[in-house]
């Protein structure tokens, strides 16, 4: 079992800037990817960025590229997004995810554990 715990949102401004963190914890492998999804308010859960575990490989959502930067930090067992020049389409619950098939998937069903999400609020 792995369990994923996010932390760092919050209402920010547009143009501002947010980090978010997921720490996982539990039986996590070398060959785990990582992603985050955004949902909004009445809308399906949508890709936003993924990374594999060496952090050496990256794939972003089309809409969030130059904008959002994901990393991970393999000591802490920690994955962070990055967001800047946030919009107010931007606004929703951020959700950490898992998947132990070792490719960065942009589909939720690809992921096998998720977090509880953290609520992101960018006001115009």
């Known amino acids: 079992q792995v369990q994923l715990v996010e932390s760092g949102g919050g209402l920010v401004q547009a143009g501002g800037s947010l980090r978010l963190s997921c720490a996982a914890s539990?039986?996590?492998?070398?060959?785990?990817?990582m992603g985050w999804f955004r949902q909004a308010p009445g809308k399906e859960r949508e890709f936003e960025a993924a990374?594999?575990?060496?952090?050496?490989?990256?794939r972003y959502a089309d809409s969030v590229k130059g904008r959002l930067t994901i990393s991970r930090d393999n000591a802490k067992n920690m994955v962070h997004l990055q967001m800047n020049s946030l919009k107010p389409e931007d606004t929703g619950v951020y959700y950490c995810a898992l998947t132990t098939r070792g490719v960065l998937g942009h589909l939720t069903e690809s992921y096998d554990y998720w977090g509880q999400g953290t609520q992101v609020t960018v006001s115009s």
């Open positions: 990374i594999n575990w060496s952090g050496t490989s990256q």
């Open positions: 539990g039986r996590t492998s070398s060959s785990y990817v």
